[in-house]
């Protein structure tokens, strides 16, 4: 009888004793995610392996038990009630679990938090999908939007099935529990009036960040991860390696941007990796609501977000006549789809679509000639 470890990196399942991975190498000492099992034989010599978890305590009891099983010949080839732990205390675990495995991981903390404030001192395996129904009804009550109803339930979902993978539920309560659909065809961009009046009561580093924003279309996320290692001046390309759908991708560089980079660069510390620091932490900023904010409020803008810049770069894009493909691969949009939203700012995309049959017609004018005398 023995517990075993699984390798993150290639899921071999090593000795506990091991210090490094038997078949990649990886120092199981020092990895992280790594996940216990347990072995044992039955009196019939058949070797048995059950996956615990990220427990080690857990693996160890666990084993004791199974061990009592085959000593007392009451085995039973079939597992044993998956082992009861609070809402609250496997949220901790699954937050942990997140730091490394999820990108946007601070904006999951925050619903991680505030569901443990609604399951908290439950326990995973008394949470039904009524539950979770009752909690939705209650914060649509309080006349949340769609998209605000649905994230904190899919952030749920997502915990109840890492608590099946890691052994403690059989079955997904919240799997029963649909998302409303949401309308994501909100479209809300600036006028080139309101760029001039946005941009006069932006100052410093909030400024620059706009400017970045609507001159690329790069989301909040990819700005604030830029690194001046991603950007060739030589070239005059910006390369996006950390995006949305994990998609590379290279914007070029206007006049504009380019020498607002050029700009910045020049007054950048020495070994200032990210283009963009919070002089007060001396970090990469992670949020500028609230000086966006206000400067929204100067500029007299109402029903505006930052991420609105992002369709402010692509509808005035479409406006000037380039073709939606270009939009899409500028966007790092994975699906056309996506990008479909602002062909109707293009009028005349589809007048000059139609136009260009005419040159059929024009090498061979006889039929339009044939067809009026018959008329």
Same mark, same amino acid.
């Given at each position: 009888?023995?517990?075993?470890?699984?390798?993150?990196?290639?899921?071999?399942?090593?000795?506990?004793?091991?210090?490094?991975?038997?078949?990649?190498?990886?120092?199981?000492?020092?990895?992280? /995610?790594?996940?216990?099992?347990?072995?044992?034989?039955?009196?019939?010599?058949?070797?048995?392996?059950?996956?615990?978890?990220?427990?080690?305590?857990?693996?160890?009891?666990?084993?004791?038990?199974?061990?009592?099983?085959?000593?007392?010949?009451?085995?039973?080839?079939?597992?044993?009630?998956?082992?009861?732990?609070?809402?609250?205390?496997?949220?901790?675990?699954?937050?942990?679990?997140?730091?490394?495995?999820?990108?946007?991981?601070?904006?999951?903390?925050?619903?991680?938090?505030?569901?443990?404030?609604?399951?908290?001192?439950?326990?995973?395996?008394?949470?039904?999908?009524? /539950?979770?129904?009752?909690?939705?009804?209650?914060?649509?009550?309080?006349?949340?939007?769609?998209?605000?109803?649905?994230?904190?339930?899919?952030?749920?979902?997502?915990?109840?099935?890492?608590?099946?993978?890691?052994?403690?539920?059989?079955?997904?309560?919240?799997?029963?529990?649909?998302?409303?659909?949401?309308?994501?065809?909100?479209?809300?961009?600036?006028?080139?009036?309101?760029?001039?009046?946005?941009?006069?009561?932006?100052?410093?580093?909030?400024?620059?960040?706009?400017?970045?924003?609507?001159?690329?279309?790069?989301?909040?996320?990819?700005?604030?991860?830029?690194?001046?290692?991603?950007?060739?001046?030589?070239?005059?390309?910006?390369?996006?390696?950390?995006?949305?759908?994990?998609?590379?991708?290279?914007?070029?560089?206007?006049?504009?941007?380019?020498?607002?980079?050029?700009?910045?660069?020049?007054?950048?510390?020495?070994?200032?990796?990210?283009?963009?620091?919070?002089?007060?932490?001396?970090?990469?900023?992670?949020?500028?609501?609230?000086?966006?904010?206000?400067?929204?409020?100067?500029?007299?803008?109402?029903?505006?977000?930052?991420?609105?810049?992002?369709?402010?770069?692509?509808?005035?894009?479409?406006?000037?006549?380039?073709?939606?493909?270009?939009?899409?691969?500028?966007?790092?949009?994975?699906?056309?789809?996506?990008?479909?939203?602002?062909?109707?700012?293009?009028?005349?995309?589809?007048?000059?679509?139609?136009?260009?049959?005419?040159?059929?017609?024009?090498?061979?004018?006889?039929?339009?000639?044939?067809?009026?005398?018959?008329?």
């Amino acid at each position: 009888m023995a517990i075993l470890i699984e390798c993150p990196n290639c899921r071999y399942r090593n000795s506990e004793n091991r210090e490094v991975c038997k078949r990649c190498g990886l120092n199981l000492k020092k990895a992280k /995610d790594k996940v216990y099992w347990i072995e044992y034989y039955t009196k019939d010599k058949k070797r048995k392996r059950e996956r615990v978890g990220p427990w080690r305590k857990l693996a160890i009891e666990a084993l004791a038990k199974r061990r009592v099983e085959v000593a007392e010949n009451k085995f039973l080839d079939k597992r044993e009630e998956p082992p009861k732990i609070k809402f609250k205390d496997f949220a901790k675990e699954y937050d942990k679990w997140c730091q490394t495995n999820n990108k946007g991981y601070f904006r999951k903390k925050w619903f991680i938090d505030h569901l443990i404030t609604i399951f908290g001192d439950k326990y995973l395996n008394e949470i039904t999908s009524w /539950d979770i129904e009752k909690y939705r009804l209650e914060r649509k009550k309080q006349g949340l939007g769609t998209a605000s109803l649905n994230r904190p339930i899919a952030c749920l979902k997502h915990m109840f099935t890492k608590a099946i993978e890691w052994g403690f539920l059989k079955e997904n309560p919240a799997k029963p529990v649909k998302l409303f659909k949401e309308n994501n065809r909100r479209l809300r961009f600036l006028s080139e009036d309101e760029i001039d009046r946005l941009l006069t009561n932006c100052s410093g580093y909030l400024k620059d960040i706009v400017l970045v924003a609507l001159n690329t279309g790069m989301r909040k996320g990819e700005i604030f991860n830029l690194k001046w290692q991603d950007i060739n001046f030589d070239l005059r390309l910006i390369h996006v390696s950390d995006s949305k759908n994990s998609e590379a991708r290279d914007i070029p560089m206007n006049d504009i941007l380019y020498e607002t980079l050029k700009t910045l660069r020049e007054k950048a510390g020495e070994g200032q990796d990210y283009v963009f620091i919070n002089p007060k932490t001396n970090k990469p900023y992670d949020n500028v609501k609230r000086s966006f904010k206000t400067a929204l409020k100067r500029a007299g803008i109402e029903d505006f977000t930052f991420h609105d810049l992002r369709h402010t770069f692509a509808s005035h894009l479409v406006m000037n006549g380039v073709d939606l493909m270009t939009v899409k691969e500028l966007l790092g949009h994975k699906d056309i789809k996506m990008t479909m939203r602002y062909s109707h700012l293009s009028p005349d995309h589809k007048r000059m679509a139609v136009k260009r049959i005419e040159v059929v017609f024009h090498r061979r004018p006889n039929l339009v000639l044939v067809s009026n005398n018959q008329s």
